[in-house]
């Protein structure tokens, strides 16, 4: 093994009983962000990218309203305490045409990006990536799985552990 290669990623799972409690850690994700956090959004239609995206946005002081999944919109840039870009994969027909987009600048210019279907452009993403895999168990249920690889994402991921496991124990 070379001394360059990242070490493995960890990961920790969050159980979702309700909308209300993917927005929860969706709020932890977002003051979590720091400059430059590239976050992943991985899972099927309706499992919920959105909806996490949405009060992760919030958190950093986005207006929620303008976190949605428009038909063709490919990239949504909004203003908060960071600037925020929402990329949405689903229509792409391509990986070059992801790239012709310039995300390569979006990556870079410290903000925090938020990609859904992240696992379309997987191979282009930034190294260290905040990965967060949606699965749906139940009509209003969703688990969690939510791993960091690399070294900003694992500090990320390390404040969210804490901030979220510190709420359950002030709210019951
Ligand atoms: N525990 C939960 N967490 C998040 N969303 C939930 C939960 N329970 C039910 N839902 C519902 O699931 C849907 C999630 O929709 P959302 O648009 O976020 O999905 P998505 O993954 O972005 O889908 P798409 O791939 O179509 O963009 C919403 O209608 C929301 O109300
Ligand atoms: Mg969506």
Same mark, same amino acid.
């Given at each position: #093994? !070379?001394?360059?290669? &990242?070490?493995?990623?960890?990961?920790?799972?969050? +159980?979702?009983?309700?909308?209300?409690?993917?927005?929860?850690?969706?709020?932890? $994700?977002?003051?979590?962000?720091?400059?430059?956090?590239?976050?992943?959004? /991985?899972?099927?239609?309706?499992?919920?990218? +959105?909806?996490?995206?949405?009060?992760?946005?919030?958190?950093?002081? /986005?207006?929620?309203?303008?976190?949605?999944?428009? +038909?063709? $919109?490919?990239?949504?840039?909004?203003?908060?305490?960071?600037?925020?870009?929402?990329?949405?994969?689903?229509?792409?027909?391509?990986?070059?045409?992801?790239?012709?987009?310039?995300?390569?600048?979006?990556?870079? /210019?410290?903000?925090?990006?938020?990609?859904?279907?992240?696992?379309?452009?997987?191979?282009?993403?930034? =190294?260290?990536?905040?990965?967060?895999?949606?699965?749906?168990?139940?009509? &209003?249920?969703?688990?969690?799985?939510?791993?960091?690889?690399?070294?900003?994402? =694992? !500090? #990320?991921?390390?404040?969210?552990?804490?901030? /979220?496991?510190?709420?359950?124990?002030?709210?019951?």
């Amino acid at each position: #093994m !070379s001394g360059s290669e &990242s070490p493995p990623p960890t990961a920790w799972t969050f +159980t979702s009983a309700s909308e209300e409690e993917t927005a929860a850690l969706g709020a932890a $994700v977002g003051r979590s962000a720091r400059a430059g956090a590239v976050i992943a959004l /991985v899972g099927n239609l309706g499992a919920g990218k +959105t909806r996490i995206a949405r009060a992760i946005a919030e958190a950093l002081g /986005v207006d929620p309203k303008l976190v949605t999944s428009p +038909t063709f $919109v490919l990239i949504q840039e909004y203003d908060g305490r960071l600037p925020v870009f929402h990329f949405d994969t689903y229509r792409l027909g391509s990986v070059d045409e992801f790239l012709d987009l310039g995300v390569d600048e979006y990556f870079e /210019v410290g903000g925090v990006c938020l990609v859904e279907w992240a696992d379309r452009v997987a191979g282009v993403l930034p =190294q260290d990536v905040l990965r967060i895999e949606i699965d749906i168990t139940d009509v &209003s249920a969703r688990t969690f799985r939510i791993s960091a690889h690399g070294p900003l994402a =694992q !500090s #990320m991921l390390d404040a969210v552990a804490v901030d /979220v496991a510190e709420s359950t124990r002030e709210n019951g």
